[in-house]
């Protein structure tokens, strides 16, 4: 681990030491600082604060919003609602991933410009199948309209 980065992680572990952040906040502020949360950062929190590494994993995998992989400039999320299923989320997802060329495994780009994830529910039944690229909601989605809306994305 280079001095920047342990003069980063030093920072947000004053930080939330001053407030009394619990593992949640900790483990947002690393994830906002680096994009996701690595191995590690999270060894080194848990021996800097002597909260085993287990603690601060129990977090990571239970909540969504954790991600321990790098992931793209772009997030392309699809919905698989009961309602999106029905109304064909595994189509469109079987097609923006060929746009995208991810091989089965595969759900960031190599080039780091989308990372693809499926979602339970986003709360949009009305106007199924919905997909979120980034924070952008396109609903009635098809095949052919999910690669016309990345297509704006791509550089």
């Known amino acids: 681990m280079d001095k920047q980065m342990t003069e980063t992680l030093e920072a947000i572990y004053e930080k939330c030491v001053a407030n009394e952040d619990n593992i949640i906040t900790v483990l947002q502020e690393i994830q906002n600082e680096f994009g996701y949360v690595q191995e590690e950062v999270v060894n080194w929190f848990a021996e800097r ?21 790098p992931r793209g400039k772009n997030i392309v999320t699809v919905c698989c609602g009961t309602v999106c299923h029905v109304k064909g989320a595994p189509r469109i997802i079987a097609k923006a991933r060929d746009d995208l060329k ?44 999910i690669v016309k809306s990345l297509k704006q994305y791509k550089e």
Do not use: W
């Not at 002597?50 to 239970?62: H, K, L």
């Open 49 to 69: 604060s002597n909260i085993p590494a287990s603690q601060y994993y129990g977090v990571i995998t239970f909540y969504s919003q954790f991600h321990q992989n």
């Open 102 to 145: 991810l091989k089965d495994g595969q759900d960031t780009t190599k080039d780091m410009q989308f990372t693809m994830e499926r979602v339970n529910c986003v709360g949009a039944c009305s106007i199924a199948p919905v997909v979120l690229v980034n924070d952008k909601v396109f609903g009635k989605v098809t095949p052919s309209k």
